[in-house]
């Protein structure tokens, strides 16, 4: 079974430029989940979809950063325009529940942009 | 959601069993106790979960006083590939409807040498 998966792996784009992160949850996973670390810090979580929905988007740090999950299927993440202070990877995943203990998160490998 | 504070680093070698402690004074009733490995260029990767007692799966075990103020993830006999990040997450599962959102602290980053 394909675990979740992202696209691309690393991304260098210039300052002011557009940037779109994908990410390919687990079939079947209706919750969506993007965190990010910037250098030196902690993940952090960004926001939650359940399905096509936002769910929870407190976590996103400002209207630059656009995500979206048509269909309920895959979901992007739209940087635009980029900053030097948005470098960092980007994580996505995904989970089958999004209540109670079995509520396991898988994540992706991540996508780690660079903005010179 | 509760703070957790973990060792920054340790180190150990192969054949040894490596026992990480995590504080979590603010837990609250509804929270569960979570543990994610992270190895380098990867994602984080669910290891064990527990609520109180002892959980012991074919990874690790997880060891939860009464009072659920600290928890010990207990890796046996690790070996060179177990050198990774690993992280002690508190939170409620999204009982209370916010999702599973997971909060990460800095996690203790285990070393393994020969």
């Known amino acids: 079974e394909a675990g979740v998966t992202q696209f691309p792996s690393h991304s260098v784009i210039e300052k002011g430029q557009t940037v779109t992160l994908r990410c390919d949850p687990i079939s079947g996973h209706d919750n969506l989940y993007w965190y990010r670390r910037v250098m030196g810090k902690e993940i952090k979580f960004l926001l939650h979809?359940?399905?096509?929905?936002?769910?929870?988007e407190s976590g996103m740090p400002n209207n630059r950063f656009l995500a979206e999950r048509t269909g309920g299927t895959y979901s992007t993440l739209k940087v635009q325009p980029a900053e030097l202070e948005d470098s960092g990877v980007y994580f996505c995943?995904?989970?089958?529940?999004?209540?109670?203990?079995?509520?396991?998160?898988?994540f992706g490998q991540g996508t780690r942009l660079t903005v010179v | 959601l509760a703070k957790t504070t973990q060792p920054i680093s340790m180190d150990s070698y192969e054949g040894q069993e490596v026992n990480i402690t995590c504080s979590h004074n603010?837990?609250?009733?509804?929270?569960?106790i979570t543990w994610y490995q992270q190895f380098p260029s990867q994602g984080p990767r669910f290891i064990i979960q527990?609520?109180?007692t002892k959980v012991t799966n074919e990874v690790a075990s997880l060891f939860i006083p009464a009072d659920r103020k600290s928890s010990t993830l207990s890796l046996p006999r690790v070996s060179l590939s177990d050198t990774a990040v690993y992280y002690c997450?508190?939170?409620?599962?999204?009982?209370?409807?916010?999702?599973?959102?997971?909060?990460f602290g800095t996690g203790t980053q285990l070393k393994v040498e020969l």
């Open positions: 527990g609520y109180k």
């Open positions: 979809f359940v399905k096509e929905s936002k769910q929870d």
């Open positions: 603010n837990i609250a009733t509804n929270d569960y």
């Open positions: 997450l508190v939170g409620d599962g999204g009982l209370t409807g916010g999702g599973n959102k997971l909060t």
């Open positions: 995943a995904s989970s089958q529940d999004s209540t109670g203990a079995d509520t396991e998160a898988f």
